[in-house]
């Protein structure tokens, strides 16, 4: 079975700093699809990043980035210039490509930004 | 457009009653999740539908919870005779999801809804 795991809990970062959010996962698949997720206190769940196992260069999105490391099974986000509004829980989740419906989501970390 | 919608946004009930919940999904949106999230946990992934095809229902916890989807559009989660462990945030996601000639599925991104934050007394 696929797991996921984030050993952070709560993490925090100063206005402006960079931080990174780790993630790993378990499978034995080659195919599949990987995700971070952010869900602020409203509990709307927004999509932050995503990235397919079968490319090799790592996603991008503005101020977020992804550390893929498929040998490792690896799956860090790194927050650039953290703004207050990035404040939130961080999920990071797993959906194989061809098999299941499932997305497989860790625990979250709570990221706090100091001003 | 708009986005995927819950409701209510709060239910709070007594332990045995029956609740619904809903979900309406994003217009065209063929596939539709239901998660549970309890304080300070992940996401549990309860069912899934796709289309007209049959259900994925194997992460629903017990026979007490069901849910339909009418239509391909709206669906309703139910939960029969609550219990105080019940009470968690019921998230509903849709995709729309798209096939590829290889038979495999180019995965698209979930929207979530706000959630219903369930309380049983």
């Known amino acids: 079975a696929q797991t996921v795991t984030q050993s952070q809990p709560e993490m925090s970062v100063q206005e402006a700093e960079t931080v990174t959010l780790s993630c790993t996962y378990d499978?034995?698949?080659?195919?599949?699809?990987l995700f971070w997720y952010k869900q602020p206190p409203s509990r709307q769940m927004i999509l932050v990043i995503r990235?397919?196992?079968?490319?090799?260069q790592n996603a991008t999105e503005n101020r977020f980035s992804v550390n893929f490391q498929k040998a490792a099974k690896s799956f860090s986000l790194k927050i650039s210039d953290s703004q207050l509004g990035d404040a939130a829980m961080y999920f990071c989740a797993y959906r194989h490509s061809n098999t299941g419906n499932q997305f497989y989501f860790g625990t979250g970390t709570s990221l706090t930004v100091i001003p | 457009g708009a986005g995927v919608s819950q409701s209510p946004s709060n239910k709070v009930t007594e332990k045995g009653k029956d609740v619904e919940l809903r979900c309406d999904p994003i217009?065209?949106?063929?596939?539709l999740y239901w998660y549970r999230q309890s304080l300070g946990q992940g996401l549990e992934f309860l069912i899934y539908?796709?289309?007209?095809?049959?259900?994925?229902k194997s992460g629903l916890p017990s026979d007490r919870f069901s849910a339909e989807r009418t239509g391909g559009s709206v669906s309703t989660l139910t939960i029969q005779r609550t219990q105080q462990e019940d009470s968690a945030v019921y998230l509903c996601a849709s995709s729309l999801e798209r096939w590829l000639s290889s038979g495999g599925d180019d995965t698209d991104t979930q929207y979530f809804g706000p959630g219903t934050r369930l309380t049983v007394l």
């Open positions: 217009s065209g949106h063929t596939a």
């Open positions: 499978t034995s698949e080659s195919d599949y699809y």
């Open positions: 539908f796709q289309g007209n095809s049959a259900p994925d």
């Open positions: 990235q397919e196992a079968y490319k090799q």
